[in-house]
């Protein structure tokens, strides 16, 4: 705060034409420094004059002059009456022309309330009737706006629903690198190593350096203008991972530049706006290539010493026919020994090897019941085969195709080998792994030998002329018949079960509409600190605690904070954060009928140590706007020596706003201002709720500081600044 502030500074920021007071607030300005000049020459004429001419008129014995009282009089009337004006009127009419103007940006159905200024009528009434007008012109425009954007919307839509149903993650930035755009896969990949959302840095989440590489590559192809003769254009691939190191991403970017192809890029540098970037999770094939090299050098490498002794030792033998009974079986133990250490190596190479290819194969969790329907369709054009669905349904993990296509040859290879035509299909879960048995009655088990050659034979319509052992492998399954009970036989085909399983049925969560603004791609560079920026074009935190109770610094501690983003001048209700805390200590009971939060509740809530950092993640590069602010920045304050965290982001408090907006003579609580705004609230005292009231009411402030030439954080800040000031000054007068 700058000392020394006056409020000829108040106005001194405001555009010519844009004075930050009322017409009645200047006028009053200039009017009560004479009027209370006058009051004082009145008084002191009342005072020194009027007793000197009362005593020269006593010693004359004469009675004072008409004049003289007349003067007197007139002037302790007209000092009455200018206190009756004041009290009746003009702070009356200060007060309704600021409550007029925070209603004008009310929602329909806003109004003054009348009663209040009984003495005004009929201004009130007046005031009322062209908010009323006003309310039905935006609704007009409402009307017209929502007809010509219903086709946009109608595209988004359809965006949205092609976004949503690809298998690649999805994002587009500018080149401030901010998320203009993500898809549900995106969302599902990365949300789990941090808050992926709009207008939100992608180098929280994705390492930086491959992403500034390939973006370097391709700016240089399109700036030479190489990207007609290149064989990818303008895209390039890159691997690169996620900030906590969990996933590598395999990806592709593609950049989004002004002309097209046929109009290349000016000579001064390219006209690039941002890029597109998809990707998948290439985590497992990654390792799975790690792990296939590795089994290769142990193949070519790890194998060579044994091969080399067991030749040295067979050639060694033939050389020498003449050794002795005894050396020759010395280098038949070796031999032996040796073999046997290659088999194994071996065994453990194949058992890698299936296991890798079982990992990198693509399957999916799968319900038994699905499954086996598949199957009957498929095998029902054979009119000479039946089969019947028995047992309860279980989830298995695979690949569906080239299981319903094995399914469908070893029932007809069953069908061949017994001479039957009639099977039961079931699934049945047996330790860690889900059998499906192929059942039929009247024949005998079949033999291992006749199994295992089916194993070597190629299945029709399966991808890559995929075998029987192929497939087998890709699910590290296995293969055999066996009698179950008594004239009950099955072959039986072992499967993993699924990976996540379906749980207890969960409430579906809110929707999620901001996926997408493009409108970001125009943001400037940041030539300027971030106090020049225009208000509209930043992005907000709005938040909110709930405590113990009123006095952090007697030990009262945070319970709840939550916190809600603002980007583009829309409440991003997809994009919240809120926290339960345990404070350490006892809720104070006259607080719990407020924010509903008892000790129970908080019991098993990490302590604010554990929560304060995920909200400061939340809040980097966000202007923090709160009601009441410093009352939550209080508390917030006080844990820095605790956590280390420190909350350094600009800060707006919509309480001084009001003030700078309508003056002293108001109700600057957020319920009074919520309520002239005709903004529902819904929720009120928990944090999440509070901050989305507040929420709605900062974007209508937005619109109303425009109108009074406050355009810039800078011009909000120091507009705060004033108000702390003057409210300083009349508490030391």
């Known amino acids: 705060m700058t000392a020394g502030l006056t409020t000829d500074d108040a106005n001194a920021h405001h555009p010519a034409g844009k004075p930050a007071a009322s017409w009645l607030d200047r006028y009053r300005r200039r009017l009560i420094p004479w009027l209370f000049a006058g009051l004082g020459t009145t008084i002191t004429l009342a005072a020194v004059v009027l007793p000197q001419v009362m005593i020269e008129a006593r010693v004359r014995d004469a009675a004072l002059p008409y004049s003289t009282l007349m003067a007197f009089a007139i002037a302790a009337a007209f000092t009455g009456l200018w206190i009756v004006v004041n009290r009746t009127l003009l702070i009356g009419a200060a007060a309704l022309a600021g409550e ?51 086709r946009t919307e109608e595209q988004n839509i359809r965006l949205a629903a092609i976004l949503r149903d690809l298998h690649e993650g999805v994002l587009v930035c500018n080149l401030k690198h901010q998320i203009l755009l993500y898809n ?85 540098g390219p006209s690039v706006t941002g890029y597109v970037v998809t990707f998948t999770d290439a985590t497992r094939e990654l390792a799975a290539l790690g792990q296939r090299d590795a089994l290769l050098r142990e193949a070519a490498e790890g194998l060579r010493p044994p091969v080399a002794n067991l030749r040295a030792m067979l050639e060694t033998m033939f050389d020498y026919p003449e050794l002795t009974a005894e050396n020759r079986a010395n280098f038949e133990q070796v031999t032996i020994a040796e073999c046997n250490t290659l088999s194994q190596r071996l065994e453990r190479i194949s058992t890698d090897y299936r296991g890798i290819i079982s990992g990198t194969w693509p399957m999916s969790d799968i319900h038994s019941s699905n499954l086996i329907t598949l199957v009957i369709h498929r095998v029902a054009a054979r ?69 295992d050659g089916w194993k070597s034979q190629p299945l029709a319509d399966a991808l ?38 379906p749980g207890p049925v969960q409430r579906p969560l809110p929707a999620r509409p901001e996926f997408f603004d493009f409108s970001l791609l125009a943001q400037p560079m940041p030539t300027s600190e971030l106090r020049s920026m225009a208000l509209t074009e930043l992005t907000y935190v709005v938040f909110d605690t709930e405590t113990t109770g009123l006095s952090p610094s007697e030990g009262d501690e945070i319970i709840s904070i939550a916190g809600v983003r603002i980007v583009n001048g829309r409440i991003l209700t997809g994009e919240t954060f809120s926290a339960l805390v345990n404070p350490g200590r006892p809720i104070r009971p006259e607080t719990i009928p407020i924010h509903g939060i008892t000790d129970e509740v908080v019991r098993d809530r990490p302590s604010i140590a554990v929560v304060l950092p995920k909200f400061k993640a939340f809040v980097a590069g966000a202007v ?49 201002i919520a309520a002239r705004l005709g903004i529902e609230i819904v929720d009120r005292h928990s944090a999440l709720g509070d901050s989305l009231v507040t929420a709605a009411v900062f974007l209508r402030m937005i619109d109303m500081l425009k109108e009074r030439g406050i355009r810039t954080l800078d011009d909000a800040i120091r507009g705060a600044n004033i108000v702390v000031e003057l409210h300083a000054r009349e508490r030391a007068f």
Not at 103 to 130: K, M, S, T, Y
Not at 209 to 234: I, K, Q, W, Y
Not at 421 to 450: K, M, N, Y
Not at 643 to 658: A, E, H, K, Q
């Open 100 to 150: 007029a103007r925070v209603v004008a940006h009310g929602a329909a159905g806003a109004r003054v309330a009348e009663d209040r200024f009984a003495a005004l009528a009929p201004l009130p009434e007046g005031i009322n009737q062209l908010l009323d007008k006003l309310a039905a012109a935006r609704q007009d425009i409402d009307r017209a706006v929502a007809a010509s954007t219903a």
């Open 624 to 672: 923090l706007v709160a009601h009441n602010a410093a009352f939550d920045l209080k508390f917030l304050k006080m844990k820095a020596p605790l956590t280390g965290i420190r909350f350094d982001n600009p800060v707006l408090d919509t309480m001084l706003l009001s003030l700078q907006l309508q003056g002293e003579n108001g109700d600057h609580t957020l319920d009074g």
């Open 464 to 501: 890559g002329g995929l075998t029987v052992g192929d497939v087998m492998q890709h699910h590290r399954s296995d293969l055999w018949s066996e009698a179950a009970r008594e004239g009950y036989v099955r072959l039986r085909l072992p499967l993993p079960p699924a990976l996540q399983p």
């Open 383 to 451: 009119a000479d085969i039946t089969l019947t669905p028995t047992g309860l349904p279980q989830w298995l993990h695979g690949d569906s195709f080239s299981l319903v296509v094995l399914l469908d040859f070893l029932i007809e290879r069953v069908r061949e080998a017994t001479g039957l035509t009639s099977f039961d299909l079931s699934a049945e879960a047996a330790g860690r792994w889900v059998h499906i048995d192929i059942a039929w009655t009247g024949a005998p088990t079949i033999a291992s030998a006749a199994i």
């Open 184 to 268: 549900q896969t995106a969302l599902n990949l990365l949300r789990v190593t941090g808050d992926l959302g709009l207008g939100r840095n992608l180098f929280h989440i994705v390492l930086a350096e491959p992403v500034l590489h390939t973006l370097e590559r391709l700016t240089l192809r399109l700036r030479d203008n190489r990207h007609h003769e290149h064989v990818d254009g303008s895209t390039a691939q890159f691997v690169g991972g996620t900030t906590d190191g969990r996933i590598l991403l395999q990806g592709r970017m593609s950049l989004i530049h002004h002309g097209g192809d046929e109009n290349p890029p000016s000579v001064t």
